[in-house]
């Protein structure tokens, strides 16, 4: 029971934390959406990431979500996606870096859409502190994610 209520407590914290930090720039006139930046794969296998946002009522199906807060000092070093997800940050701040050594930050209210899962990869460190707080949300092909013009 209390392994249910604390996935609870932690679910409503991400909806809060997401909810409360969410780009609220409406697109077409009527719909609300999240910024987010997608991982992706280029023709060459390298990674790259586009800017861009997700609908914010949008159902999604998943299954197998998982929360995390740790992390082994490996997988920040370059690596791709394990397969495709969302990873949706509940604390911290992170730089992202893909193969042409652009980067990006992660933090609440930001969605990081992980579809980079062949190739190269991409990689990670902490900015601010030393705690990683987030969910692993795994999607279909139909994710949702509208890049920006």
């Given at each position: 029971m209390k392994k249910i209520t604390q996935l609870l407590l932690a679910t409503a914290g991400l909806v809060i934390s997401v909810a409360a930090s969410a780009d609220t720039t409406k697109t077409n006139g009527s719909e609300h959406r999240i910024p987010?930046?997608?991982?992706?794969?280029?023709?060459d296998n390298?990674?790259?990431?586009?800017?861009?946002?997700?609908?914010?009522?949008?159902k999604l199906s998943s299954q197998n979500l998982y929360f995390s807060n740790t992390f082994e000092e490996w997988q920040k070093g370059v690596h791709p996606a394990p397969k495709k997800q969302?990873?949706?940050?509940?604390?911290?701040?992170?730089?992202?870096?893909v193969s042409d050594g652009s980067t990006f930050i992660i933090e609440p209210g930001t969605v990081l859409l992980a579809a980079d899962t062949a190739g190269e990869g991409h990689s990670w460190d902490i900015?601010?502190?030393?705690?990683?707080?987030?969910?692993?949300?795994p999607v279909g092909d139909d994710d949702h994610f509208i890049a920006d013009k």
């Open positions: 987010a930046v997608k991982l992706i794969n280029t023709q390298h990674s790259a990431f586009i800017k861009g946002s997700v609908p914010s009522l949008a969302y990873v949706v940050t509940m604390k911290g701040k992170l730089k992202f870096r900015v601010d502190g030393k705690e990683w707080v987030r969910v692993y949300i």
